[in-house]
């Protein structure tokens, strides 16, 4: 069955420094993979996606996301952090093709220090 | 162009009671669901559908109840609500394109219900 598992439920940086979030995946074809975004009180907004091509995606905001089908993974990075992106971050990989379907990771909730 | 709208933004209910969540888009998507939202679970799906006339169940149905009869409507309808239904509830929508790739799924500024 098709799962995502992001193994860090909090995390706290410090205001300039990078960032990785890590999402690791298990699905049986090419998957689709997405970063969403929930700030407080607030619905999610789509940083990026991956389908084919190019592993390294850029997205919204400065985010970037690498794709590795060898480690099963599609990592968030950003190499200088703000306190506007305090949030919580999902990763989300598309069940299969042509329903829409989504599955969500845990999620992992960023704190910024100042 | 609203997006995608969901009402109400709140609501506490009794056991046993019966709701409706009002879900709408303004984009023409074919694909519409409802996710639940409870803390350290992330979000999981409760019934999707691809198109007017058609459902179908996610991880979480039961307790739950949809329909879909307008491309712009997915009302979800709790039919005697359960201090285990207590989440946020997020309506998306999405187009879908065929085999090849998912469009952006639109998400809503959710619902969070209480049930005592």
């Known amino acids: 069955a098709q799962s995502v598992t992001q193994p860090d439920i909090h995390i706290t940086v410090s205001e300039g420094a990078s960032l990785e979030l890590r999402c690791n995946y298990s699905y049986g074809a090419t998957p689709y993979l997405f970063w969403y975004v929930q700030s407080p009180g607030q619905g999610l907004q789509l940083l990026l996606k991956y389908f084919s091509g190019d592993t390294l995606v850029q997205g919204i905001k400065g985010f970037e996301a690498e794709f590795k089908r060898s480690q099963s993974s599609f990592n968030l990075r950003k190499p200088s952090v703000h306190w506007s992106d305090a949030a919580e971050y999902f990763c989300a990989v598309g069940g299969s093709s042509n329903t829409g379907k989504l599955i969500f990771g845990q999620g992992t909730t960023l704190q910024v220090k100042p | 162009n609203a997006g995608v709208t969901q009402t109400p933004k709140f609501q506490v209910l009794k056991t046993g009671q019966s709701m409706t969540l009002q879900c709408a888009q303004d984009m023409n998507h074919e694909y519409m669901s409802w996710y639940r939202q409870d803390p350290g679970m992330g979000l999981r799906l409760i019934h999707y559908?691809?198109?007017?006339?058609?459902?179908d169940q996610g991880e979480v149905p039961n307790g739950y109840n949809v329909s879909r009869s307008t491309t712009e409507d997915f009302p979800l309808r709790l039919l005697s609500a359960a201090p285990s239904q207590t989440s946020v509830y997020f309506c998306?929508?999405?187009?879908?394109?065929?085999?090849?790739?998912?469009?952006?799924?639109?998400f809503g500024p959710g619902t969070r219900l209480t049930v005592l």
């Open positions: 998306a929508s999405s187009r879908l394109t065929g085999t090849d790739s998912y469009n952006e799924q639109f």
């Open positions: 559908s691809v198109g007017a006339g058609i459902t």
